[in-house]
């Protein structure tokens, strides 16, 4: 009678094992979100530079007590101009402060100028070194940040439909209710 060579179990064992990799991804809350390095942390410095006649963003706002949000958008980005009545809406709860990402002035004055600015100030980031000091990867991106100026929540993509209520909303509400 033959022997069976056990590097025939090798096959089905690897197959068990990637499916079982696979089991897992498919089971974790968000698979689509990234860990942000920044979450707990002071937020890091905005530019010093904003938009014509707009106000500008400054360090000291960020530590201001309540609860704000801090958004990266550009008026090249089609997510940001979806998620606009969202800010639109926000802004009247609270302090909503944008910096604009990669962006000309003349595109963003425009942007605002037909889609409201919900802004209470601005900062610029023409070249994009303020993103990645807040370890955005790509617009539009929302902060939380607390009274202190500390970063609680960062939410990646466009704030709009279930992700927004189902994910966004919960850490807002959940920031709002620690500040009181």
């Known amino acids: 009678?033959?022997?069976?060579?056990?590097?025939?179990?090798?096959?089905?064992?690897?197959?068990?094992?990637?499916?079982?990799?696979?089991l897992w991804g498919m089971g974790r809350?968000?698979?689509?979100?990234?860990?942000?390095?920044?979450?707990g942390r002071?937020?890091?410095?905005?530019?010093?530079?904003?938009?014509?006649?707009?106000?500008?963003?400054?360090?000291?706002?960020?530590?201001?007590?309540g609860?704000?949000?801090v958004n990266f958008w550009a008026s090249w980005c089609p997510p940001c101009r979806?998620?606009?009545?969202?800010?639109?809406?926000?802004?009247?709860?609270m302090p909503v402060y944008g910096v604009d990402l990669r962006d000309t002035d003349a595109n963003a004055l425009q942007f605002l100028a037909e889609d409201g600015d919900p802004y209470a100030a601005i900062a610029t980031d023409p070249?994009?070194?303020t993103a990645i000091d807040w370890g955005v990867t790509a617009p539009p991106e929302t902060f939380i940040v607390d009274g202190e100026g500390r970063i609680l929540?960062?939410?990646?993509?466009?704030?709009?439909?279930?992700?927004?209520?189902?994910?966004?909303?919960?850490?807002?509400?959940?920031?709002?209710?620690?500040?009181e």
């Open 1 to 22: 009678m033959a022997r069976i060579s056990p590097l025939v179990a090798v096959p089905p064992l690897a197959f068990a094992a990637l499916a079982g990799m696979f």
């Open 127 to 129: 070249k994009g070194r």
């Open 82 to 93: 979806a998620e606009h009545p969202t800010l639109t809406d926000l802004a009247k709860r």
């Open 42 to 65: 002071d937020a890091p410095a905005v530019p010093q530079t904003t938009l014509p006649g707009k106000t500008q963003l400054t360090d000291e706002m960020l530590r201001q007590p």
């Open 153 to 179: 929540y960062r939410y990646a993509g466009p704030l709009v439909r279930e992700d927004y209520s189902n994910r966004f909303l919960p850490e807002l509400e959940k920031a709002m209710a620690a500040e």
């Open 67 to 69: 609860v704000k949000l």
């Open 29 to 39: 809350d968000a698979p689509n979100e990234l860990p942000s390095a920044m979450v």
